[in-house]
């Protein structure tokens, strides 16, 4: 049923909702106060993005602390806040005033990162750039006013202040999709992500229903990347289907995460599901080495792949 209330028969479906940004999650936060008190939200779209851009310039002149963080639930592009905390302590140290703030990040989970290999990296690149961090920190509270962040840990809500932060909300599927029969009953709880086979991305109850991208309740994949690798096994199990035959077609998981590390420089992280690092160009890329010419595919080859693929050209 349509947003006008039209119902439309289907044979087959393909689920492409995408996610929402849950902002009303956080307490106390709202959009209008992107780019005062020191609060940024780059998620929020352009707009948002650049007043998140003139906050934290404002914040590497005056100086203080920088709190920097990411939702418990799924997320998409979940190295986007490990990007904008490296981007931020690049930016301070390329005006010369690095040594006037302190930058933290608060983990919500045990690791900074996914993958073991990548998140003992990003830990070292940490340490050495004097990025506190603290884990099991889950943000639930923020006082504008005040500059403190509220968290849920362990151990009971702990408070953080903060001179400028980059405020990510939770991530969830849209109403439509939480609130129907399709999510996962019994994983992710109340984010909603349609269930699907994680290999053929075939809805596990429904079998004339797929999910791509977002919304599909995968363990990973919640990036551009991964949706130009499930696009092609839907597809073939699709047309299989139609013909009256099965397709061997797989989705292994595949990621891609241009992790950002300074301007100029970054890491090109592909992996699957089982955590393996799956270079695109081996022996040629490293992907655990801060190269310009990983920047430069996230600058221009990826870009100019990701707007073709929002045309049906890639």
């Known amino acids: 049923t349509t947003s006008s209330g039209k119902k439309v028969a289907y044979d087959f479906l ?15 936060f709202s959009l209008d106060q992107v780019g005062k008190n020191g609060i940024g939200a780059v998620y929020a779209g352009p707009e948002y993005a650049a007043k998140t851009w003139q906050a934290m310039d404002l914040f590497t002149e ?79 509270r923020i006082d504008p006013g005040k500059r403190i962040a509220t968290f849920a840990t362990p151990e009971g809500d702990k408070e953080l202040g903060y001179d400028f932060t980059n405020v990510i909300p939770p991530m969830r599927a849209p109403d439509v999709i ?18 699907v086979d994680k290999h053929s991305l075939r809805h596990r109850r429904f079998p004339e229903i797929f999910a791509v991208g977002d919304i599909a309740g995968v363990p990973k994949g919640k990036t551009a990347a991964s949706v130009k690798w499930q696009v092609p096994v839907v597809e073939a199990h699709l047309l299989a289907t139609l013909e009256g035959k099965e397709s061997n077609e797989r989705y292994d998981g595949y990621t891609s995460c241009p992790l950002i590390t ?38 221009v080859a990826l870009k100019a792949t990701y707007n073709a693929m929002l045309r049906g050209k890639a």
């Open 14 to 28: 393909i689920v492409a909702a995408g996610l929402k940004l849950d902002w009303d999650s956080i307490e106390g």
């Open 62 to 140: 005056k100086g203080g602390v920088g709190l920097f963080t990411r939702p418990a639930t799924e997320m998409k592009c979940a190295g986007a806040p490990l990007k904008y905390t490296f981007l931020t302590d690049d930016y301070a140290r390329k005006k010369g005033t690095r040594d006037n703030i302190e930058i933290h990040y608060a983990a919500h989970a045990k690791s900074l990162f996914s993958v073991p290999i990548v998140n003992e990296k990003v830990r070292m690149l940490f340490h050495e750039r004097g990025v506190q961090t603290v884990h099991n920190h889950v943000m639930k």
């Open 262 to 299: 300074r301007i100029g420089r970054a890491m090109l992280v592909e992996f699957d599901y089982n955590n393996n690092l799956t270079p695109s160009f081996p022996g040629i890329i490293a992907p655990l080495e801060e190269l310009w010419i990983s920047w430069l595919m996230k600058e």
């Open 178 to 195: 939480r609130n129907s029969p399709l999510p996962w009953a019994d994983k992710w709880v109340d984010q909603g992500w349609v269930e």
